[in-house]
Structure formats: structure tokens, C-alpha cells
């Protein structure tokens, strides 16, 4: 069964561009979500989708983040005008359901903003 | 709101010693306690989660047991190999939604 995907692996920019970050994950899982780690930090979560609705997206900076999953598979991530302190992993996960089912996470993408 | 709580943000132990992580939480319901490990570069992968029936959840010599009492989920193994060394992160996940939040993290550095 193949796992979390993501895409691109690594992304370096200078600030005030911007970058998407896109993830697909696996197959039949209802549940999407978007972590950011910072260095040295444990995973912090960003936004999640149930399907294509979007459940909490709290602690997504509104003003520079975005997050869609337009028909409750795929999800891209987007950061415009992006700033130094964004430099961290952005990790994607998935999972069926709720309680304790678990997430399972792809690779991550990396982000370094100079 | 919930709340997880890793103390040690370094632990170094000698290979053949026990490991033990601590793991407290705060939660309004009754959560879900993960722990997930994380190598170099990798992503957190599932380690073990909790039981709602109180079995003590085993992996790879890990274990951890849910005590509600004292709200905690503290990571044990006898013997800490070499292979072990990696970001160990507790995480919790309450009953009513599907929220994973995680805890600082601890780095287990093992040590010939």
C-alpha cells in the first residue's frame, strides 16, 4: 500500500515569493492534515480537512497561508509572500476516522526561506 | 484545552541501560496517547498508541502504559540499543475529535 506523498522534497526561496506544497494521501483516508516543524520543534498543526471541509484551520496565518482539498483526495498547501521565520518542515498526514486511529505521515517537504 | 508534556528534551544513556521517556497530559476527555519516533530526516513514524482497554501496548521492545490517574504515558524499554537514538514524541488525541497534538519532544541518544 503506498503511503503519503509529497511534493517537493526541499524548496528554498528568497522572501516574498511564494511556493505550494502538495500532498496525496493514502487511499480511502477521509482525514488530511497539514503539520509545520520548525528545527528542534515537534510537529504543530496547521490545518486538517474531514473530506473536502476544512475542520480547524486555527492556527493557519491567514494571510499568507492557504489550504485546499478540493474533492476530499489530494491537498496542496500555499504560502504567499513568504517569510524567514516559515523555514521548517511541512509534514502532510492522513487517517480514517478519529479516536485512535492513527496518522500516518509522508516525508515532509522542507522549506527554507533566506 | 488539551496539552501534552515531555520534560526532557535530552536524554543519553548508555547502550544495554533501560529507557524511560516521560509523557504527562491535560485533557478535558478521555484521550487516545501516542507515541511516535522520528529518525534523522524521516517523518514521525507510529511507535505505540493506548488501549481503551487498559492493554499495555508493545512494540519493539517499547512499551508504555496509560495511567489516568496520574495522567501520564511514560515510554519504557529494558535494554536501549544503539538503533534506538531518534525524537520520540508523545501525542494525544482527544476522544471527540481528530486533532493529534504532539509534545516538544525528546531526543534519546544512545551511547556504546
Known amino acids: 500500500e503506498a503511503g503519503v506523498t509529497q511534493s517537493p522534497r526541499y524548496a528554498v526561496l528568497q522572501e516574498g515569493q511564494a511556493v505550494s506544497f502538495w500532498c496525496d494521501p493514502i487511499?480511502?483516508?477521509?482525514?488530511l492534515y497539514w503539520y509545520q516543524q520548525p528545527r528542534d520543534q515537534g510537529p504543530q498543526l496547521l490545518v486538517y480537512f474531514r473530506d473536502e471541509a476544512v475542520i480547524d484551520n486555527s492556527q493557519l496565518p491567514s494571510d499568507r497561508f492557504s489550504a485546499v482539498r478540493p474533492k476530499g483526495t489530494n491537498s496542496t498547501l500555499k504560502i504567499q509572500s513568504a517569510k524567514q521565520g516559515d523555514t521548517a518542515t511541512y509534514l502532510c498526514a492522513s487517517s480514517f476516522g478519529q479516536g485512535g486511529n492513527t496518522l500516518y505521515f509522508g516525508e515532509g517537504s522542507r522549506l527554507i526561506v533566506v | 484545552g488539551d496539552s501534552v508534556t515531555q520534560t526532557e528534551g535530552l536524554v543519553t544513556l548508555t547502550e544495554g541501560l533501560p529507557v524511560m521517556l516521560n509523557c504527562t497530559y491535560q485533557?478535558?476527555?478521555?484521550?487516545?496517547l501516542f507515541w511516535y519516533v522520528q529518525h534523522l530526516n524521516e517523518a514521525p513514524k507510529l511507535l505505540l498508541k493506548s488501549f481503551t482497554d487498559n492493554k499495555r501496548p508493545e512494540h519493539q521492545g517499547f512499551h508504555a502504559t496509560l495511567h489516568k490517574s496520574s495522567s501520564s504515558f511514560h515510554l519504557q524499554k529494558s535494554s536501549a540499543q544503539l538503533s534506538d537514538s531518534a525524537l520520540y514524541y508523545c501525542?494525544?488525541?482527544?476522544?471527540?475529535?481528530?486533532?493529534?497534538?504532539f509534545g516538544i519532544g525528546t531526543l534519546l541518544s544512545v551511547k556504546p
Open positions: 485533557s478535558t476527555y478521555s484521550p487516545f
Open positions: 487511499s480511502g483516508h477521509d482525514t
Open positions: 501525542a494525544l488525541r482527544g476522544s471527540s475529535g481528530n486533532k493529534l497534538i
